[in-house]
């Protein structure tokens, strides 16, 4: 098999290399003497990268074109995050386990490890521990409802940095030397400012358009197409990219933002929107349908986002695009694009709809494919 490593992947490497070689630096006298405890050590190096995967998870949602960068766009960026907070979680149930099994075989009383109130100093970081786990055990097990796991996702973030803080200020391994203290506290820092940036200054700070809306077109039963223009600069974004959406007024806008591919060609300066019907949001939205026409509403647009276009695949001529349902909106940009890009190449989209009326945009698809620059089936 041919593994290329991405920028993820050195990011990741590098961030647990130097982890790992200040955690040695911190033990060299007992590394070098071979009197280190293997299950000291492996609860040490647990909990230290712990620390750092979770330090990542939160700057893999940062909502910045810097962070796509390292993590290879949002969408990307998103589901390495799922994978980086598993690690993070995994890594700190391992961290408790270790430490119980080291002091079990010292003789010690595994409270120490396990109950808060055990020692002279009130653990936090042990409370913190059991809080994230069960967080943890409740998100990847799929135990909640999606809208309270959005509810309590930032409170994860939170629960580490907490906890990195209290653990960091014990008498312990991070405390006794101090390349390492510094270490943890470039981590702590780069981890809080990703968590505020994220939970408070986003909205406010982040790459903000506003649009106004031109048309909203219900396209059959469950989809509405939103039709916009800038009001004032315009958002250049490359066909396949998506943004989040807030429309000021509605139920929910300032709790969370929610995503949409862009199903326009970057080529136009009226900026389209395709939305299914499947919750509050998007019921909210089909609603705006029947604005009448004098009627205007102003849009933030928070973007553009993502790495899923064919600018990124470059040397590759000969793609294949497979999209279903609503999953067909960044191909409707990337094909609309297509129809004046100048650019030559062989694709196949294929594209799978429930009936026949639920593909809406299939005569557009066709239009578009006729006119297009690449030899598209
Ligand atoms: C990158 C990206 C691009 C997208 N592009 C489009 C697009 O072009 N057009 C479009 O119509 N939609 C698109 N979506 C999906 C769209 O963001 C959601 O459908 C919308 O936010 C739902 O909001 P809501 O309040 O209406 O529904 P909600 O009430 O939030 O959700 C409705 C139902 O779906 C479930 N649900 C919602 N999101 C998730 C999730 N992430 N994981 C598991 N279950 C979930 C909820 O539990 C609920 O049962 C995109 C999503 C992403 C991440």
């Known amino acids: 098999m041919n593994f290329r490593p991405t920028r993820f992947f050195w990011l990741v490497a590098t961030t647990l290399l130097i982890t790992t070689v200040l955690w040695a630096g911190a033990n060299q006298d007992s590394l070098l003497r071979a009197s280190l405890s293997p299950w000291r050590a492996l609860a040490q190096l647990a909990g230290l990268w712990s620390t750092s995967t979770a330090i990542l998870a939160l700057l893999s949602i940062v909502r910045s074109s810097a962070m796509e960068f390292f993590f290879g766009g949002l969408d990307q960026a998103v589901r390495l995050h799922r994978k980086l907070g598993l690690a993070a979680l995994l890594l700190q149930g391992g961290h408790v386990l270790f430490m119980t099994i080291f002091l079990a075989s010292r003789g010690v009383s595994v409270a120490l490890a396990l109950v808060p109130e055990a020692s002279n100093v009130r653990r936090l970081d042990i409370v913190v521990a059991y809080a994230l786990l069960l967080l943890g055990a409740l998100a990847y097990g799929r135990w909640l409802r999606h809208e309270w796991w959005l509810r309590l996702h ?49 909205r406010a700070y982040g790459p903000r358009f506003r649009y106004q809306l031109v048309t909203a077109t219900l396209r059959n039963h469950d989809i509405v197409d939103l039709l916009m223009r800038p009001t004032d600069k315009r958002m250049m974004y490359l066909p396949g990219a998506f943004v989040f959406l807030r429309v000021p007024g509605f ?127």
């Open 251 to 377: 139920k929910g806008s300032n709790r969370e933002l929610h995503p949409f591919s862009i199903s326009s060609s970057p080529n136009e300066r009226e900026l389209r929107l395709s939305c299914r019907r499947v919750g509050d949001y998007t019921e909210q939205l089909a609603t705006l349908a029947s604005l009448a026409p004098n009627q205007t509403r102003d849009l933030d647009l928070y973007g553009p986002f993502g790495a899923f276009t064919p600018h990124h695949y470059a040397p590759y001529r000969r793609m294949i695009w497979i999209g279903a349902g609503i999953g067909i909106t960044p191909f409707l940009s990337m094909v609309a694009f297509e129809r004046g890009n100048q650019d030559f190449r062989r694709i196949w989209l294929y594209y799978a709809a429930r009936s026949p009326e639920d593909a809406v945009y299939d005569q557009e698809l066709k239009d578009n494919i006729a006119r297009a620059d690449s030899l598209i089936d």
């Open 154 to 202: 930032r409170l994860i973030g939170l629960l580490f940095l907490a906890g990195i803080v209290s653990a960091s200020t014990l008498n312990g391994v991070t405390q006794a030397f101090e390349p390492l203290r510094t270490w943890v506290v470039i981590l702590f820092l780069l981890g809080s400012v990703a968590w505020i940036y994220q939970a408070f200054l986003f």
